[in-house]
């Protein structure tokens, strides 16, 4: 099973939108909406801050969404904010009873 | 709120075993399927495998051969055993509960750094 695709890397200043691709095949993410997304701050826990391609976790700002076309499924995080600065890793369910994670994205607020 | 608590050695020989705990904090074990994941330095995560009080066991094809995946309930712990380790398998690694329609990881342990060195 393939990592799913996640671009290194993506930027902006405080206040804009950042969209996270995670580009998958027809046997993850193009048929199951069992997408989520986690946040890795340096030394702590992961966070969940998006599963099932859309729903928000009770505590997570509505500044974070979720979306899915296709193979692909993306994070945008709105209004970015110092604290945003983190790594982010989408995962999905697939075809074979197992999970795949990303390669994950290094989002900076500039 | 759920709590994981891992626990084990930070340092494994090569071809030895990497053994390590998780503890749930409430009673929910017998409820949830429960995953370990690891993170290499400078590498993503990658799913190892998941466990159900069951008995049902799923591992990452990669892994298959040399994971093991136990579970107790009367200690409220599920338990990670990786055989024959080499450096390839130096990594964080991390417990998480996998919600009920096992649609992601909604609480995760705090992560137990493990090298494997002689």
């Known amino acids: 099973q393939s990592a799913l695709t996640q671009p290194p890397s993506v930027s902006g200043s405080p206040g804009q939108s950042v969209t996270i691709s995670c580009t998958g095949a027809s046997s993850d993410v193009g048929t199951y909406n069992r997408v989520s997304w986690y946040r890795l701050p340096p030394g702590t826990a992961p966070k969940l801050m998006i599963y099932e391609v859309t729903i928000r976790p009770a505590g997570v700002p509505d500044r974070f969404s979720g979306s899915k076309s296709g193979n692909t499924a993306s994070l945008t995080i709105s209004g970015l904010q110092a604290e945003d600065e983190a790594d982010y890793y989408c995962s999905s369910y697939t075809s074979t009873n197992t999970y795949v994670f990303g390669t994950g994205t290094k989002v900076t607020v500039l | 709120q759920v709590q994981l608590q891992q626990s084990g050695p930070g340092l494994v020989k090569p071809s030895e075993t990497l053994s390590l705990t998780c503890t749930v904090s409430?009673?929910?074990?017998?409820?949830?399927?429960w995953s370990w994941i690891r993170q290499p330095a400078g590498k993503g995560l990658e799913w190892i495998g998941r466990m159900y009080v069951s008995g049902n066991t799923k591992y990452s094809p990669s892994l298959k051969s040399r994971v093991a995946i136990s579970l107790d309930t009367s200690k409220n712990q599920f338990s990670l055993k990786i055989h024959s380790v080499t450096a390839a398998d130096t990594a964080i690694y991390y417990c998480?509960?996998?919600?009920?329609?096992?649609?992601?990881?909604?609480?995760w342990g705090q992560g137990t750094p493990v090298t494997v060195s002689s």
């Open positions: 409430d009673g929910s074990i017998s409820l949830h399927y």
């Open positions: 998480a509960r996998t919600n009920t329609w096992g649609s992601c990881f909604d609480h």
